[in-house]
């Protein structure tokens, strides 16, 4: 009876090494269940977009009052430059050394991979305003507060917003690495299909993942265009984009 | 030194941790003095070499690509939007997304590791040259003119120079950006130093851990350094023009 | 059965010790080509030694790969390939020729429709399946390690369980943590659903195999039993094994898998020498050593070939 029933189930599963694009989307757990792609999905989204809430809650006032009060830039630039050579594997790794493992790890290794390119962008950004244009909103009487809000903020917004947008693409990106120390998200399908050898759940997860990133890009980028004042778009005709992002990185 | 560990609090975690290790500690020092040697599973030297070869191979490639691919752009604007979008959207591709697309394709292979790791190079590195390119003053390239050289030889004696701090700049972020991912290539069975994250994170073993994790940010500052150091001897007159 | 609690660290050779094999492999090619009149012999037989992912089957690829040494083979390592489903492969195409196996588990690959045979029956099946793959089992040694279903200490005492029939008892879905192969292996998650017919909710822990993910998920009462293994020190301490009640799991003894054209009569010797050496106690103590006091598993192997006379 046992080895009966078995064969039966196997032969219909995914196997490992004959699991080709057709049988994974084709089998009904790909849609269904905690391993399911959907699941999966929610789990990516949510975990993302938690990290970014946070990162953008702990990263902007301090970019934008550093940036106001032109303090810190060297420093917030350095500490961002060698983040970016801290591998993301290690930032995962290390939190669930500390944290344990699962998604509290993951978690805070996104916020911590996020942060530097929002408080570097946000001060680069918010250091570009031309100097003039300041002096003159201080000479017609505008306060400190005033400066920032009307004059400082709008000139800063693209590039400031370029840094999240690199900020949210990276912490997609990143969340799928997560799956390594145990939280869930598409990237639990795309390590599965490459422990397994399952082309299956490696190109379905794979193209999964790049769409979520490429939403998140196309999304953020929507955001930044909405937040750029007319008057600048018509001035300058391109927004800045991730490589602009890059580069004020690097100071 | 013992004293360290009778002061209490912190200074006893640090000493636990860094000065009397064992394996639990953040370094096991007997861990990294036997693996000093070479031809060892966790040989450090090793794996940094493993880690410096498919960076220098991928950025290496990258530039190969990507000064080229500006060049055509210079001549035939139109190619400026579709070149940056397409770099752009690879660089937007979360890194293990794109490896495991790769693998039924080549394997788990420093093919594929290479694919990927070269991909990421191009905006950053397209952009750049490109940056450095149109950068060049006008004046400077009608002078070039009058003085009859010819367009190539314009290129090579007058922009390329004028480009380059912009490329060293693109290879700075590149270079560094890359030594960050290799460790990702560890699952398409490369990785360099990421082999001894990994080993670390599966066997409970934070000394492997922090080994490859400090080992990627050393690799990183001194390939930043060097590159620095590059761009002062190959364009000494940006230096007494824009000091950085 | 176990693979890869090492990750998916792949096809990994280490850069050196290829080099170091393929520059040597040559040199000593070139003067047994130079001297092959006088000796009939001629070159060594060269053996690539594969593994899985995880410490232990690193270990005993070391362990088999230095007696091999020690008798005059040619090694070369191409360690933590990863799980089964990708080591199987690269030895029947020839990437590595000797792999460390469990003999259960391994038949249960090769057959998933085979379960719950003795050991002598199941090296039988394993040694006709294999032959037809052009593989030679060996002789399986004494020492054995299984998979086996575990959950916390306190789970068990609270839920007076002693066997996997017990889960019954629990409120179904029954929560099982194990790694993504897990899902497709008749001897994990199909087992459970069909020997036993418990309903099971499936927590994958990728990669992980029964290690830290695994073990973490217990912990934290993501899932209530995990897929372990029967070496694990961690066992009787923290976590207690379920008894196979009604035998889903297989004999999990080690056995060298060879791609048989590199069989010949002294190889065999050479591996059921170390095969015949090792236990299950001597086994555990190995896993203690790289897994608990952190020792790397070539010294460990090391060691091992030199206490028991091997090499």
């Known amino acids: 009876m046992r080895a009966g029933g078995l064969s039966g189930s196997v032969l219909a599963a995914c196997r490992p090494g004959h699991c080709g694009i057709g049988t994974y989307v084709a089998e009904h757990s790909t849609w269904s269940g905690p391993d399911g792609l959907p699941h999966r999905l929610v789990q990516h989204v949510e975990l993302s977009a938690e990290a970014m809430v946070v990162a953008l809650a702990l990263a902007l006032p301090v970019a934008v009052v550093l940036g106001h009060l032109a303090r810190g830039g060297v420093l917030a630039v350095n500490i961002s430059n060698v983040g970016r050579a801290v591998p993301s594997l290690a930032v995962l790794v290390i939190g669930a050394r500390i944290y344990g493992i699962g998604t509290l790890p993951a978690f805070l290794a996104l916020v911590v991979l996020a942060i530097p390119p929002i408080v570097t962008n946000g001060y680069t950004a918010m250091r570009q305003v031309d100097a003039d244009v300041r002096d003159a909103a201080v000479g017609q009487g505008l306060s400190g507060v005033q400066v920032l809000r009307r004059i400082e903020l709008p000139l800063a917004l693209p590039l400031l917003m370029a840094g999240v947008r690199t900020a949210g693409v990276q912490v997609v990106a990143t969340a799928t690495l997560a799956a390594y120390v145990g939280s869930g998200g598409l990237g639990a399908t795309v390590l599965s299909g490459l422990v397994n050898d399952e082309v299956g759940p490696e190109v379905v997860g794979g193209l999964t993942v790049v769409g979520l990133a490429a939403l998140a890009e196309l999304g953020l980028a929507a955001v930044q265009r909405a937040l750029t004042s007319d008057g600048l778009r018509r001035r300058s005709g391109r927004q800045p984009t991730l490589a602009d992002a890059m580069a004020a990185d690097m100071g | ?244 | 059965m176990r693979l890869h609690r090492g990750g998916i660290v792949g096809a990994v050779m280490l850069a050196v010790v290829a080099a170091a094999c393929t520059s040597s492999s040559s040199s000593t090619q070139s003067t047994a080509s130079t001297t092959a009149v006088g000796g009939a012999k001629g070159a060594p037989t060269s053996i690539t030694v594969g593994s899985a992912g995880f410490s232990e089957n690193v270990t005993l690829a070391r362990i088999y790969g230095g007696a091999l040494e020690k008798a005059g083979y040619k090694v070369s390592y191409k360690l933590k390939i990863g799980a089964r489903e990708v080591v199987e492969p690269a030895l029947e195409s020839g990437q590595i020729d000797l792999v460390p196996e469990y003999a259960g588990n391994y038949l249960n690959f090769l057959d998933p429709a085979v379960n719950g045979l003795p050991l002598d029956q199941a090296t039988t099946q394993l040694q006709a399946k294999a032959k037809t793959k052009g593989l030679t089992v060996l002789t399986p040694s004494a020492a054995a390690d299984g998979d086996v279903v575990a959950a916390t200490k306190d789970f068990v005492a609270k839920n007076s369980l002693t066997s996997i029939s017990d889960l019954k008892k629990l409120p179904a879905p029954v929560s099982l943590a194990g790694p993504a192969e897990c899902q497709t292996r008749p001897t994990c998650l199909l087992g459970l659903q069909s020997v036993y017919g418990l309903q099971v909710k499936f927590v994958s822990t990728g990669t992980d195999s029964g290690g830290p993910v695994t073990k973490a998920a217990l912990d934290k009462g993501d899932a209530v039993i995990g897929r372990l293994f029967s070496t694990d020190t961690d066992l009787g301490k923290k976590y207690v094994a379920l008894d196979d009640d009604k035998n889903f799991q297989l004999a999990g003894n080690i056995v060298p898998v060879v791609r048989s054209s590199k069989v010949d009569d002294k190889l065999a010797q050479t591996l059921d020498k170390v095969s015949a050496a090792l236990t299950t106690a001597k086994l555990t103590a190995l896993d203690d050593q790289t897994d608990n006091q952190k020792q790397d598993p070539a010294d460990v192997a090391t060691m091992f070939l030199k206490q028991n006379n091997l090499g």
């Not at chain 2, 941790?17 to 040697?37: I, K, M």
């Not at chain 2, 070499?49 to 060049?71: K, M």
């Not at chain 2, 190539?152 to 700049?169: G, K, Y």
């Not at chain 2, 890359?178 to 460790?183: A, D, E, F, S």
């Open chain 2, 1 to 244: 030194m013992d004293g360290l560990l009778a002061l209490g609090g912190p200074w006893h975690w640090f000493a636990r941790n860094f000065v009397h290790t064992d394996q639990h500690s953040w370094v096991w020092w007997q861990f990294v003095r036997r693996n000093l040697a070479r031809g060892r599973e966790f040989s450090i030297p090793d794996r940094v070499l493993e880690h410096v070869g498919l960076t220098l191979v991928a950025v290496g490639i990258g530039l190969v690509v990507s000064v080229p691919l500006a060049l055509a752009v210079r001549r035939w604007r139109w190619l400026e939007q579709p070149v940056l979008w397409v770099t752009g959207a690879i660089f937007t591709i979360p890194s293990l997304a794109l490896f495991a697309l790769l693998v039924p394709l080549t394997g788990l292979s420093t093919t594929t590791a290479e694919i990927g790791l070269v991909g990421y190079t191009l905006l950053i590195l397209v952009r750049n040259t490109l940056a450095g390119l149109d950068g060049v003053p006008a004046e400077v390239m009608e002078a070039a003119d009058a003085m009859g050289l010819s367009p190539r030889r314009r290129l090579l004696r007058v922009e390329v120079p004028l480009a380059l701090p912009a490329v060293i700049a693109g290879l700075r972020i590149a270079t560094v950006t890359t030594i960050g991912l290799v460790t990702v290539t560890l699952f398409v069975g490369q990785g360099g130093l990421g082999q001894l994250i990994d080993d670390g994170f599966h066997r409970q073993f934070p000394t492997q851990v922090t080994v490859g994790t400090v080992g990627c940010v050393v690799l990183a500052v001194l390939a930043d350094v060097t590159l620095l150091g590059a761009e002062r001897l190959f364009t000494p007159w940006s230096r007494a023009r824009s000091p950085r």
